[in-house]
């Protein structure tokens, strides 16, 4: 440098933490001389005093809240969930034409997240059509094949265990 310092190389035997950033841990419960003594700044007795940690939801004794709630209902891992379909609704579709999910789901008559659909008898049908779903009722089955159309069932879909049955 100009005014004759050399440039101070940062070496790890040098490194040191800035002024100020490392202090001393305050140690508690070490006698009464240090102020921190006895009851060591817990106060006297309790529960904040003792060496305990509530557990997550505690609510000090008072029946907590998801205990407190009614427990209804179950909720079926393997459940399987059809998409409900009327033949009713079958009538926009021109005569001769295959159904299918993906041609329901483009006319927007199954919406949303399902397992599968399933044609159930409200309704009357007035064309022959060639249905493929996976699941359908005895009324519409017979709806169908009495307006001269055919229905195919396609295998249910795979969810869980049951699945291979």
Do not use: C
């Not at 006698?31 to 005093?49: C, F, M, N, V, Y």
Request: glycine share 16%; no cysteine.
């Amino acid at each position: 440098m100009s005014d004759g310092q050399e440039k101070r190389i940062p070496l790890l035997s040098r490194l040191r933490a800035p002024e100020g950033a490392v202090r001393v841990k305050h140690r508690v419960g070490r006698g009464i001389g240090s102020g921190w003594g006895k009851t060591a700044g817990k106060g006297q007795k309790g529960q904040k005093a003792r060496g305990t940690m509530k557990r997550l939801g505690f609510q000090g004794g008072q029946m907590p809240l998801q205990r407190r709630l009614p427990k209804i209902g179950f909720n079926n891992i393997f459940g399987v969930h059809y998409a409900p379909v009327n033949v009713a609704d079958l009538n926009i579709f021109d005569a001769g034409s295959v159904i299918d999910e993906a041609e329901l789901r483009q006319q927007r008559i199954v919406r949303g997240r399902w397992d599968g659909v399933k044609i159930l008898g409200e309704g009357e049908l007035t064309r022959a059509l060639t249905v493929k779903v996976h699941a359908i009722s005895g009324a519409a089955r017979e709806k169908i094949e009495k307006a001269g159309g055919t229905v195919d069932l396609i295998p249910r879909p795979n969810k869980g265990p049951r699945a291979s049955e």
